[in-house]
């Protein structure tokens, strides 16, 4: 398990310093190919997805939001899921909130998930037990828990505008920053994350994994995930 994390690892320094260093007008551009989550794959994205490949698939078959299905070099019992760039939207148009997310799935059970920050180069990841959260570059980098925090997000609120005034009528103050993986993953730091719309693999596998020992509650339009179990079960009940 220790290996894969370690190629998670790599394969995000290598794409942080590639978007850092490397970085041309034609990344911003679409490439005209519709990916397996149906939409126009940014030249980014695929560009992303080939350096995951690079370092991941020797570990199982590959399941990407861009090309499907890619199959493992060797034969293998894993799957792994992966958003080689999460919040697309945000990338290109230079909002600098996006990252990656990866899962790895032994018999269709999520084992192991890693979500990267590619903006402040902050990963997170778990296999089982607790989240561990490390920097790219920075071995002495310390993950600060937030005890009190002041914001929620929810991501795609605009999906839900009853529920943005439910949150309004109760004082609740929230952001909507648009990379789901990314926005769950780092619950930890946050009052709470929702997130609405359809539930996919891309977006939920790796960091429902992470946030396995928070508080989590899911229907068919909405994810709720909290630290809080009485602020849990307060938005709980909002959304019923």
Same mark, same amino acid.
């Given at each position: 398990?220790?290996?894969?994390?370690?190629?998670?690892?790599?394969? $995000?320094?290598?794409?942080?310093?590639?978007?850092?260093?490397?970085?041309?007008?034609?990344?911003?551009?679409?490439?005209?190919?519709?990916?397996?989550?149906?939409?126009?794959? #940014? $030249?980014?994205?695929?560009?992303?997805?080939?350096?995951?490949?690079?370092?991941?698939?020797?570990?199982?078959?590959?399941?990407?939001?861009?090309?499907?299905?890619?199959?493992?070099?060797?034969?293998?019992?894993?799957?792994?899921?992966?958003?080689?760039?999460?919040?697309?939207?945000?990338?290109?148009?230079?909002? *600098?909130?996006?990252?990656?997310?990866?899962?790895?799935?032994?018999?269709?059970?999520?084992?192991?998930?890693?979500?990267?920050?590619?903006?402040?180069?902050? #990963?997170?990841?778990?296999?089982?037990?607790?989240?561990?959260?490390?920097?790219?570059?920075?071995?002495?980098?310390?993950?600060?828990?937030?005890?009190?925090?002041? #914001?929620?997000?929810?991501?795609?609120?605009?999906?839900?505008?009853?529920?943005?005034?439910?949150?309004?009528?109760?004082?609740?103050?929230?952001?909507? *920053?648009?990379?789901?993986?990314?926005?769950?993953?780092?619950?930890?730091?946050?009052?709470?994350?929702?997130?609405?719309? *359809?539930?996919?693999?891309?977006?939920?596998?790796?960091?429902?994994?992470?946030?396995?020992?928070?508080?989590?509650?899911?229907?068919?339009?909405?994810?709720?995930?909290?630290?809080?179990?009485?602020?849990?079960?307060?938005?709980?009940?909002?959304? $019923?």
């Amino acid at each position: 398990m220790n290996a894969f994390i370690q190629a998670c690892i790599k394969a $995000n320094q290598e794409l942080y310093e590639y978007i850092t260093t490397h970085i041309t007008q034609a990344d911003y551009t679409y490439s005209n190919t519709i990916g397996e989550g149906g939409d126009n794959s #940014l $030249n980014m994205d695929l560009k992303a997805e080939s350096i995951f490949v690079k370092h991941l698939q020797s570990f199982g078959t590959i399941y990407s939001e861009e090309s499907g299905t890619i199959p493992s070099s060797t034969d293998n019992e894993y799957t792994i899921i992966i958003d080689p760039l999460d919040g697309s939207d945000n990338f290109t148009s230079g909002l *600098p909130y996006y990252g990656t997310s990866v899962a790895l799935k032994q018999h269709n059970e999520v084992v192991a998930g890693v979500v990267c920050n590619l903006v402040s180069g902050e #990963l997170v990841y778990r296999t089982d037990g607790k989240a561990n959260f490390i920097h790219l570059f920075n071995s002495s980098y310390v993950f600060h828990d937030y005890t009190q925090p002041k #914001l929620a997000l929810f991501e795609r609120c605009y999906k839900f505008p009853k529920l943005c005034q439910t949150l309004y009528d109760h004082s609740i103050k929230y952001r909507s *920053p648009g990379a789901v993986a990314l926005s769950l993953a780092y619950a930890h730091k946050y009052d709470f994350v929702l997130f609405a719309g *359809p539930m996919r693999s891309f977006d939920l596998d790796a960091a429902l994994h992470i946030c396995k020992p928070l508080y989590i509650y899911q229907n068919n339009e909405i994810l709720l995930v909290c630290k809080n179990y009485k602020k849990f079960e307060t938005i709980k009940e909002l959304l $019923n």
